[in-house]
């Protein structure tokens, strides 16, 4: 049976999952590598049609395999899925402009940050349905952070306390996602840095460690790590 998404939600959530994964090494585009036997995208899709507030998913998947993940997503939940663009901005470009009337609240979320869970997914909503126009999840950095210059020789240390790791996904109020994607110059890799170049200011609510963007190898054997402890 496909599932259904909640006909009262009222958020419109993009999924970019184009990209080829090569810093994970050699293979099927990252979206569609498997992560405990089912593929990152599929474990992504899930949660957030999870989340009460989800009205409408559009997945920007890589142009050769559109048809492919219509059919892999249709038992998961009910999706639209566009063909991406070469860059991370193109692919949330052509999600965007495939969301219908109605949804005011858009979230873009990677489909590499597979084993998100739907609570973070409300919490971003909930933040813009609370008056925000531009909302990021984020985490403390934990490391000590060096400027380096020519040489790898140390220009000084950065005071981290200032610093946040940035997560998705990032929720929006359409009206102003739009008018960044349509002043959009350089592509930037994530939606709020084409915001802030509005001047719209974008504020932080905390993120998840289970959020943690798949990238590396490691990456997915940590995933794999925290689903079999129940993730
Ligand atoms: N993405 C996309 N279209 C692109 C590039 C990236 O939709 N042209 C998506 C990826 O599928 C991923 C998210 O943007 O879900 C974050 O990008 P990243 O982690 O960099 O994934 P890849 O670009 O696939 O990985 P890599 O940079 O290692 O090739
Ligand atoms: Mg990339």
Do not use: W, Y
Request: charged share 15%; with cysteine; glycine share 8%.
């Amino acid at each position: 049976m496909t599932a259904q998404l909640n006909p009262r939600g009222h958020v419109a959530v993009l999924v970019p999952a184009a990209g080829a994964g090569v810093r994970l090494g050699p293979g099927a585009p990252k979206a569609l590598r498997p992560l405990a036997g089912e593929p990152l995208l599929v474990h992504a899709v899930r949660r957030i049609a999870a989340a009460a507030s989800v009205h409408t998913i559009v997945v920007a998947a890589p142009a050769a395999e559109v048809d492919a993940v219509r059919d892999l997503l249709t038992p998961v939940a009910p999706v639209t899925v566009v063909p991406g663009g070469a860059e991370r901005q193109a692919s949330v470009a052509a999600a965007l402009a495939a969301v219908p009337a109605g949804p005011e609240i858009i979230l873009v979320h990677d489909a590499a940050r597979a084993l998100t869970p739907p609570e973070l997914v409300e919490s971003v909503a909930a933040a813009v349905r609370s008056g925000h126009d531009a909302v990021i999840p984020v985490l403390p950095v934990v490391d000590t952070i060096k400027e380096v210059g020519p040489g790898e020789v140390v220009l000084g240390t950065v005071d981290r306390s200032a610093l946040r790791a940035v997560q998705t996904p990032q929720g929006f109020r359409r009206a102003v996602l739009t008018a960044a994607h349509e002043a959009a110059g350089d592509p930037l890799t994530d939606d709020a840095g084409l915001v802030e170049k509005q001047g719209v200011p974008v504020v932080c609510v905390p993120g998840s460690e289970h959020a943690l963007k798949v990238t590396r190898p490691f990456d997915l054997a940590l995933a794999e790590h925290l689903l079999a402890g129940g993730a």
